[in-house]
């Protein structure tokens, strides 16, 4: 019986022939990516004093930058001194930030057939470059930090053949989340996505879809290397690596389709994610507080261009606003070049650095008690992006684009129309 993607990679970094269902394996750790908050709960988690490889971890700060409160000024303070008291080699502070799983992918950290950890849950975003990545808790990643090592249960694999080609105002959002409405929770599953659609996904379709996977509960998410991803790579890996493709008869739970053809845009309701997903127009006219576009689901360069067409020459309803957030400097930087900014502006939104900001609720976006927010960010938990009172509904940055202007929830396919039809 042939192996997985996954399983290929669990088994190179266990120094094993082979795994399989139901396997506990010790894995080496190729990268090690940490991130700011766990120095702002340093009570919680000693800071070692010696560390496995300063060149193998990445020390990124990412969730609450700036510092908006004097604790987490303290925890970034704490963050700069292990970076250099270590000898951390890959540390990006104020300035040269960007969401971890951005950056890890811009440059090159995230490479095919590697294993990579990270302290925050949606790391499985590396996925999407034939990677092995997956979020551990803060005491797991202090030990790898300290060990370079930690364990993994094989469990057993899910793959989704994908098919067609997207319809106008249908994205990458849009896939999972019907992939989620659909087949719910993957709960001690993994996921990989091939198939012929994946030619036409670039890699930040593909970042959004395996950031999500982590709504699914799936323990890690792989997507097939192919010509895309060796373009993305050529220039940015950080050293030679080499890809893997599941066997012939490598053993699945279950193989699904999703045909694109048949797809329109959905809405992830309130509160939880499987099986909570209705096609727009069910919920349209729903309105909205706020608007939020950012995150390392949907924060990239090709989401703000998705945002700008439809709010270009147009304002943000006078009852809501729209805060929009770029998921790191360079697609900031991208951004400025191309007039996205003036176009935000002009058009009455919130345009902020590069950060997870409202996303986890730390600051710049929060919402207030019996609020709405309509959000492409990765989670709608209660209280994530503020009051326990309020609403979270997400969706793809050109239906929060789309129904921020309408200050009610709308069909971005209805804005594209009428922009063609020159209204």
Request: charged share 20%; net charge neutral.
């Amino acid at each position: 019986m042939g192996m997985t993607m996954l399983e290929k990679i669990l088994a190179r970094c266990s120094d094993r022939q082979r795994v399989e269902t139901g396997d506990v394996v010790s894995c080496r750790v190729d990268w090690a990516v940490e991130f700011d908050l766990p120095f702002a709960r340093s009570h919680n988690r000693p800071v070692p004093n010696k560390v496995w490889d300063p060149s193998r971890i990445v020390l990124i700060l990412d969730h609450v930058v700036p510092a908006p409160t004097v604790v987490m000024a303290d925890g970034l303070k704490a963050a700069r001194a292990f970076a250099k008291e270590r000898g951390i080699k890959h540390f990006y502070p104020e300035g040269r930030q960007g969401i971890c799983h951005q950056l890890v992918a811009e440059l090159g950290f995230a490479l095919p057939g590697m294993l990579l950890a990270c302290g925050d849950s949606h790391t499985s975003a590396s996925g999407a470059f034939n990677c092995a990545a997956r979020g551990l808790g803060m005491m797991e990643m202090l030990y790898i930090l300290c060990k370079g090592e930690t364990w993994f249960e094989v469990c057993p694999t899910v793959r989704y053949v994908l098919e067609g080609q997207l319809a106008e105002g249908v994205y990458p959002r849009d896939v999972i989340h019907h992939i989620a409405g659909v087949y719910g929770e993957h709960l001690n599953q993994n996921v990989e996505y091939v198939g012929p659609g994946l030619k036409r996904l670039d890699m930040a379709a593909r970042q959004t879809i395996a950031t999500m996977s982590t709504e699914l509960s799936a323990e890690f998410a792989t997507f097939a290397f192919d010509e895309q991803t060796e373009a993305y790579l050529r220039d940015r890996a950080q050293e030679s690596y080499s890809p893997v493709e599941s066997d012939k008869d490598a053993r699945f739970t279950e193989v699904r389709t999703i045909n694109f053809d048949k797809l329109e845009p959905q809405v992830v309701m309130p509160h939880f994610v499987p099986h909570n997903v209705r096609p727009v127009g069910e919920v349209a006219g729903m309105k909205i507080d706020q608007g939020f576009i950012g995150s390392c689901a949907n924060g990239r360069i090709e989401d703000l261009r998705v945002a700008a067409q439809i709010l270009k020459g147009r304002s943000v309803h006078p009852d809501s606003r729209l805060i929009i957030t770029p998921a790191s400097t360079q697609v900031a930087i991208d951004a400025a070049k191309e007039g996205l900014i003036e176009i935000f502006l002009r058009a009455g939104a919130v345009f902020t650095n590069p950060t997870c900001g409202a996303c986890n609720g730390g600051h710049m976006g929060l919402i207030g008690a019996g609020e709405r927010c309509l959000t492409s960010s990765t989670r709608n938990f209660k209280g994530r992006m503020g009051s326990k009172d309020a609403e979270i509904l997400m969706a793809s940055p050109a239906t929060v684009a789309a129904s921020a202007v309408a200050g009610v929830i709308c069909d971005p396919r209805t804005t594209n129309q009428e922009r063609n039809a020159g209204r």
